[in-house]
């Protein structure tokens, strides 16, 4: 019923940028909050940065100051400007929002099918 669709990974050389974006379709009532997550070989999932519909933000430590998450709530469409990438940052990143359906009781947690930035020079 609801798909994400992620866009704008790559290969890139440290110091570079990427823009990621991602986009919410079919059929639901609202989206509270859209995010990107990553996660590395050998690692543990974590949390990158999020934005609510109200427009709060938070990021993960190691990337603030250097990534920016926004988000167009007429459009249900997430983006992370990526800049200033390190090595570290190399992972598949994800697309994750919290959509409540159509007369559903709770938010359901989606996720997007993930795609590959790689930092290397």
């Known amino acids: 019923q609801v798909q994400l669709v992620e866009s704008g990974g790559g290969l890139v050389q440290p110091g570079g940028s990427l823009r990621l974006s991602c986009a919410a379709s079919?059929?639901?009532?609202?989206?509270?909050?859209m995010g990107w997550y990553r996660q590395a070989p050998g690692k543990q999932r974590e949390l990158v940065a999020v934005v609510t519909s109200g427009g709060s933000t938070n990021y993960a430590d190691s990337v603030k100051g250097r990534f920016t998450i926004s988000r167009d709530n007429a459009k249900n469409t997430v983006s992370l400007q990526m800049n200033s990438l390190k090595p570290e940052d190399t992972a598949v990143y994800y697309c994750?929002?919290?959509?409540?359906?159509?007369?559903?009781?709770?938010?359901?947690?989606?996720w997007g099918q993930g795609t590959q930035v790689t930092v290397s020079s």
């Open positions: 079919g059929s639901f009532f609202s989206i509270n909050a």
């Open positions: 994750n929002a919290w959509v409540v359906a159509n007369r559903a009781p709770y938010p359901d947690d989606y």
